[in-house]
């Protein structure tokens, strides 16, 4: 059974540009979770979906953004880059909303520039 | 609101050393207690969880146990590895449907 894939693995933008991270959860798991890992701040939880729905939002800028798809993917998106949005971007899947057991993907690492 | 407190790393250990890395959480309610790891390059794996009072979670040699009175949930190994080295989260998840909340991190090295 594949497990959660993020793509890009790496990614290095300049400030002002925007981006999309993607995030393909493990089959049959209906919930994605997004957060920021980051030296100084730890992890951070940025929002989750479920069935297309955001069910949950973080303490983040509105620059931040996501969705989900029909068939579980989900999109992130950062507009306006800053210099403080480099970091590592973690996906988690799970089975359902409210369950803890979540899969991470292994990151996409941003740097902005 | 909820919160996790780790304590600072990193942990340096010679192989076989004893391994204690202390957690402690503020919360409202009974909240589930959870560790996880992340190894170098890759994203974080469940270790083991407790979901009420006195609960043991243990897998791999890990154990934690939830104490309820002391808002702690410690994790313990009596003989580290190698392979053990990476970096470990402690987390909790307060009411159902809200997001996990993580600590910062200890990061574990252990040297033969």
């Known amino acids: 059974k594949a497990g959660v894939t993020q793509t890009p693995r790496y990614l290095i933008k300049t400030r002002g540009q925007q981006v999309t991270l993607s995030c393909s959860p493990i089959?049959?798991?209906?919930?994605v979770s997004w957060y920021q890992q980051t030296p100084g701040q730890g992890l951070q939880f940025l929002f989750e979906?479920?069935?297309?729905?955001?069910?949950n939002k973080g303490n983040f800028p509105g620059r931040f953004s996501g969705r989900q798809f029909s068939n579980s993917r989900s999109e992130m998106n950062v507009s306006t880059l800053e210099l403080g949005d480099s970091a590592l971007y973690l996906c988690?899947?799970?089975?359902?909303?409210?369950?803890?057991?979540?899969?991470f993907g292994s990151g996409t690492q941003l740097s902005v520039l | 609101g909820d919160s996790v407190t780790q304590m600072e790393g990193p942990v340096t250990l010679s192989e076989e050393a004893f391994l204690t890395i202390n957690c402690t959480y503020t919360?409202?309610?009974?909240?589930?207690l959870f560790w996880y790891v992340q190894y170098p390059g890759e994203g974080l794996q469940l270790l083991l969880k407790?979901?009420?009072?006195?609960d043991k979670g243990s897998n791999k040699g890990f154990e934690a146990t939830y104490r309820k009175e002391t808002t702690s949930f410690h994790l313990e190994k009596g003989s580290v590895q190698v392979s053990d080295s990476a970096v470990y989260f402690c987390?909790?998840?307060?009411?159902?449907?809200?997001?996990?909340?993580f600590g910062k991190g200890t990061t574990l090295s252990v040297s033969s």
């Open positions: 988690a899947s799970s089975l359902g909303t409210g369950n803890e057991k979540l899969f």
């Open positions: 089959s049959g798991h209906r919930s």
């Open positions: 979906y479920f069935s297309e729905t955001q069910r």
């Open positions: 919360a409202t309610g009974y909240p589930s």
């Open positions: 407790a979901t009420k009072a006195d």
């Open positions: 987390a909790l998840s307060g009411a159902a449907g809200t997001a996990l909340i």
